[in-house]
């Protein structure tokens, strides 16, 4: 008799990331005028999800070979078993493949470091190889990476790695008396006084002592306690780290994770990897990117019918939106997290890059800290600062803090163990924060170079902002929104509908095609507004505003008559 095996499947809910249910059906010879196996021959291919495990997943298939038999096959079953493939059904023999990949990492994308990236690559491989482009150079404008745009290091925060790093350049004249006391107070706190040992899972405690003394200082009194602060490996991880401790439920009782849109990418790959629920709540374009209250109700309520919302993110100063929110809005984003019994999120890595007059940092913590007990003694947060943003830019160091506000003690006792898992952030990027957060004061050694340095970074900052709004405002069909703060313009752009249709033959979203071909014809690579999230029909692309301020008229002029050219052949 001939076995054909019409489908060997499962069927899987990608919105729970999990596998649902798989199912086989087999008939005998032909289907459609075709003949789909030969004599005998049972193919079962079952994909082995997280849900089942790969030997689990074996024995499933061996599963319903069995139940084939009972439909008046059992002599072909007998005669050939069936045999599981092990790379999840794609045939390739391996344990691991697109078949049986983890379906949740499948599904997370980070568009920072997406397809243009790839193809910007690409492209300047083969300019180092001889290659004829209209171009000559591959000009970055995709990610937030200051000393890879050209910003030279802070002189007296590399003092200090260095002399931890080097002890025995603490006896060096070179180096000035205010490094050298950091250095040492840093060494004496590592085991073995030396930056290669391990620190504790929080981070080395002076480093905490100092952290605190910062916020304090910074908010104007607010207290802060060391045992509330944890170094991270920049800022990116103890968001996730903080997210896995809010991740419960299955079906409508999934954890909900509340997001701007636009928003970082980090936080919608996160949340797909860890198998929440991304609610958007999107930001006012028309108003600045303001965030309004009606909008996170909007958001939440509609968010209720299919998971349970427990976080709510905010991004201040934005990123890639670049503005700068007022203390009335932060106020109202309280009083809603406190209705809701929501935890928030403060990613607060931009607080030192404010460029508008008029706007000013306020941070979460301390809002909330003034609105009174009734809020401070209720309403669970975690704040996020950085040392690869601000005036410092050193991303490659991976150092970062997170402070806790009203913690249960019993699930902080937990988070401390799952942070121990990794033994500890990279003790160099401890360092690092430490000096952000204990710069040289009025009266020592490094001050005055120190506050020189910081006061040029943060003026030429300031300057590319308001170059970069200027210019981008000048271009027909292109809008971009007061750059109030952060390291980022995200323009509108029109894009016309022959455009869009060319795109959509390419089967690419209508920004992803307009950056590949400013790629492609100009050199310059951003990221299309699609891979931050933006409201239906409208299209933007995000470009930092690091570049030095020459290549970025270049860069500016470039997009402006690229911009014009697209319009005029998609017209």
Not at 64 to 84: F, H, M, Y
Not at 445 to 467: D, G, H, P, W
Request: hydrophobic residues 40%; proline residues 5%.
């Amino acid at each position: 008799m001939e076995l054909t095996v019409l489908e060997a499947a499962v069927t899987l809910d990608y919105n729970s990331q999990r596998a649902v249910r798989g199912w086989a059906l087999a008939a005998s010879g032909r289907t459609d005028g075709r003949l789909w196996s030969r004599r005998a021959d049972v193919r079962a291919a079952v994909v082995c999800t997280a849900m089942y495990g790969l030997r689990r997943g074996w024995v499933a298939c061996g599963a319903w070979a069995a139940r084939l038999s009972t439909v008046g096959t059992r002599s072909a079953v007998k005669e050939r078993p069936a045999v599981p493939v092990r790379g999840g059904g794609s045939g390739s023999g391996r344990v691991l493949d697109m078949g049986s990949l983890n379906p949740q990492v499948r599904a997370a994308e980070y568009a920072v470091r997406g397809p243009i990236v790839i193809k910007a690559a690409q492209l300047e491989r083969e300019l180092q190889q001889g290659a004829q482009k209209p171009f000559r150079e591959i000009i970055k404008a995709n990610i937030g990476d200051a000393h890879a745009m050209g910003q030279q290091p802070i002189t007296f925060l590399r003092q200090v790695i260095a002399l931890c790093t080097c002890p025995e350049l603490i006896e060096s004249p070179d180096f000035p008396a205010d490094a050298k006391e950091r250095a040492q107070r840093i060494l004496q706190d590592c085991g073995g006084h030396s930056i290669g040992s391990y620190s504790a899972s929080q981070g080395l405690r002076c480093i905490r002592e100092d952290i605190a003394k910062y916020v304090e200082l910074r908010d104007g009194g607010v207290p802060a306690d060391p045992d509330n602060i944890y170094i991270t490996t920049g800022a990116s991880d103890g968001i996730t780290s903080v997210l896995k401790l809010l991740m419960n439920g299955e079906g409508r009782m999934r954890t909900g994770v509340m997001i701007p849109i636009p928003q970082y990418p980090l936080y919608s790959a996160a949340i797909s990897e860890l198998g929440a629920v991304q609610v958007n709540y999107y930001l006012d374009e028309d108003n600045n990117w303001a965030l309004d209250k009606s909008e996170l109700r909007r958001s939440l309520d509609k968010a209720k019918e299919y998971c349970f919302p427990k976080v709510l993110c905010i991004i201040n100063p934005g990123n890639p939106t670049g503005q700068v929110q007022n203390k009335k809005c932060i106020e109202d984003v309280i009083r809603f997290a406190y209705e809701e019994k929501l935890f928030l999120l403060a990613d607060e890595v931009y607080q030192e890059n404010i460029y508008s007059e008029g706007c000013e940092f306020h941070s979460f913590k301390k809002v909330l800290y003034e609105m009174g007990a009734e809020y401070f003694n209720t309403v669970e947060l975690a704040s996020f600062h950085s040392t690869s943003k601000g005036y410092t830019g050193e991303c490659g160091l991976r150092g970062g803090y997170m402070e806790v506000v009203n913690m249960d003690l019993e699930v902080k006792a937990h988070f401390e163990k799952l942070l121990s898992v990794r033994l500890c952030p990279p003790v160099p990027g401890q360092v690092a924060m430490d000096v952000v957060v204990n710069p040289p004061m009025p009266g020592e050694e490094s001050y005055t170079t120190f506050q020189t340095e910081k006061t040029i970074v943060l003026q030429n900052l300031a300057e590319k902002a308001k170059l970069s709004e200027e210019v981008l405002n000048t271009i027909s069909g292109m809008h971009c929104n007061p750059l109030q703060g952060a390291m980022y313009a995200f323009p509108r752009i029109f894009i016309p509908s022959n455009a869009i249709k060319a795109a959509q033959a390419s089967g690419m979203a209508p920004d992803m095609f307009y950056c590949m071909k400013l790629l492609e014809e100009t050199g310059i690579c951003v990221v299309p507004g699609s891979g931050f999230g933006q409201k239906e029909g409208t299209h933007h692309f995000r470009m930092t505003i690091l570049l030095p301020i020459e290549k970025l008229k270049v860069l500016l002029q470039n997009v402006k008559d690229f911009h014009t050219k697209f319009l005029q052949k998609y017209a």
